[in-house]
């Protein structure tokens, strides 16, 4: 995998005399938030996140603890290179902290139904009002248009769709997704970003759902109707695409994973864009969410979980499940 040395970056030369990448904002530390904050910061970048409140704050510091502990029982790293990273990551609710940010990335986690385009356009807002011209302003949103997003900017030309795939840890690649005015500059500014955190790049023009959104929801809409019929189990589902076809998951695993209420909201605005029937939600997928089974984050999905273990499945009757 090729590393890009930090010093290589460069948007204005004229301006960034010095040409590096010092220093990362962040919009929203949630789940995807704090992996990214975890990647860059583990990279030697530091790491400004901005979150509603001062008492959140204090909740992503003990997650992001939890976090460094798991990885630390899986990976190997050391306390001293915990402490290393944690001091890189620093939180505030003011947006003026992230004003010398060289790039900054919207992550933030709205669960609500309906899409968060204004949401997200109002984050655009508030940073590009406190950033330098030459900043860079990236949104982590898959099923979303950047263009529109954009469309609050002065500068439009600097917006880039960033996709992180979760898990942002260990998932290897990062679409960077170009826009209607986004600029070849901004363009290789994240792409470098991307390749220095140790992520294979994925370039595209913006379309809702990138590749990885729109081709998963898809097959875990199929795993649903599957399960639906009563052909196999979720177990036996998943079992035969990942040992059959080598994923890392099947899809409800996986979709208990992203979350279920993330998987409907991704369904549901790409439904809303393209009208075609692929995307609409299965009534299992529904069924579970009207239930708050959200997946491994609730302790219950497709799955029930004890301690982030699978200890049963929820769906043994589907039959049942879905008509009473």
């Known amino acids: 995998m090729t590393v890009e040395p930090i010093e290589d970056y460069a948007l204005k030369t004229r301006v960034r005399k010095k040409g590096g990448l010092q220093k990362v904002g962040l919009v929203g530390c949630g789940n995807m938030g704090q992996e990214i904050a975890y990647l860059v910061a583990r990279n030697g970048i530091n790491v400004e996140f901005i979150d509603l409140t001062e008492e959140r704050i204090a909740e992503v510091f003990i997650e992001l603890n939890q976090k460094l502990d798991n990885i630390i029982d899986k990976w190997g790293p050391t306390e001293s290179e915990k402490r290393a990273i944690l001091s890189r990551i620093h939180g505030s609710t003011d947006y003026s902290n992230v ?175 393209f009208g075609e029937r692929k995307f609409k939600p299965n009534p299992v997928l529904k069924r579970l969410y009207r239930l708050g089974y959200h997946g491994k984050r609730t302790g219950q999905g497709f799955y029930v979980y004890e301690k982030g273990k699978v200890v049963g499945q929820t769906i043994t009757c589907p039959e049942i499940f879905v008509h009473n």
């Open 99 to 273: 004003s010398d940010c060289d790039l900054v990335i919207e992550t933030i986690n709205n669960r609500k139904p309906g899409t968060s385009l204004e949401l997200r356009k109002e984050v655009f807002r508030k940073v590009e009002a406190v950033v330098r011209e030459d900043t860079v302003i990236a949104s982590n949103t898959s099923t979303l248009i950047i263009s529109e997003l954009a469309s609050v900017l002065k500068h439009p030309e600097r917006a880039v769709g960033l996709h992180f795939l979760p898990s942002a840890i260990s998932g290897g690649v990062v679409e960077v997704v170009r826009g209607l005015h986004t600029n070849q500059a901004s363009v290789e500014f994240v792409e470098k970003f991307a390749r220095t955190i140790g992520k294979k790049v994925i370039p595209l023009f913006e379309s809702p759902g990138n590749i990885s959104t729109r081709l998963i929801v898809v097959l875990i809409n199929e795993a649903c109707e599957t399960l639906m019929e009563g052909v196999a189990s979720a177990p036996d589902i998943d079992a035969t695409m990942r040992l059959g076809f080598g994923l890392q998951f099947g899809p409800l695993e996986m979709a208990d994973r992203i979350g279920l209420d993330k998987v409907i909201k991704w369904m549901n605005n790409l439904y809303q864009e």
